[in-house]
Nanobody, 126 residues
Framework: QVQLVESGGGLVQAGGSLRLSCAASGRTFSAHTMGWFRQAPGKEREFITGIHWSGRTTYSSDSVKGRFTISRDNNKNTVYLQMNSLKPEDTAVYYC???????????????????WGQGTQVTVSS
C-alpha cells in the first residue's frame, strides 16, 4: 500500500510559479511510476505528466510542455511538479498518483494508477 500526500498548492497570479510536492509512504517508492493529473471545474481529470520508475519522463500535452517539469527524489520518497508561466486555465485540483510496484503499464493512462493523493488546489488569477 502506498499513501500519497500532496502539498504546495495555492493562489498565484498569471505568469507566476508553483512547485507541488507529493510525499509517498513506504520503502518501494523508487519502484513506482508516478504521475500528476488535474481536474478543472466541470471537466474530467486529465493526465499532465508522469515519470517512469526507471527515470523516463512523459508529458501530456503541448499546453504544459516547456512550462511544467516533473522530477523525483527517491531518497526523499517525493515527486515534484514545477509549474512555471502559469495561466488561468491551469486552475484545477492537482493529484499525485502511483502505479503498482514495477509496473510496465503506460505512464499516461489514468486507469493504470492504483494509488491517489487527496489533491491540492491550484488557482491562477488573471
Amino acid at each position: 500500500q502506498v499513501q500519497l500526500v500532496e502539498s504546495g498548492g495555492g493562489l498565484v497570479q498569471a505568469g507566476g510559479s508553483l512547485r507541488l510536492s507529493c510525499a509517498a509512504s513506504g520503502r518501494t517508492f523508487s519502484a513506482h511510476t508516478m504521475g500528476w493529473f488535474r481536474q478543472a471545474p466541470g471537466k474530467e481529470r486529465e493526465f499532465i505528466t508522469g515519470i517512469h520508475w526507471s527515470g523516463r519522463t512523459t508529458y501530456s500535452s503541448d499546453s504544459v510542455k516547456g512550462r511544467f517539469t516533473i522530477s523525483r527524489d527517491n531518497n526523499k520518497n517525493t515527486v515534484y511538479l514545477q509549474m512555471n508561466s502559469l495561466k488561468p486555465e491551469d486552475t484545477a485540483v492537482y493529484y499525485c498518483a502511483a502505479q503498482r510496484y514495477y509496473s510496465s503499464s503506460s505512464v499516461a493512462t489514468e486507469s493504470e494508477y492504483d494509488y491517489w493523493g487527496q489533491g491540492t488546489q491550484v488557482t491562477v488569477s488573471s
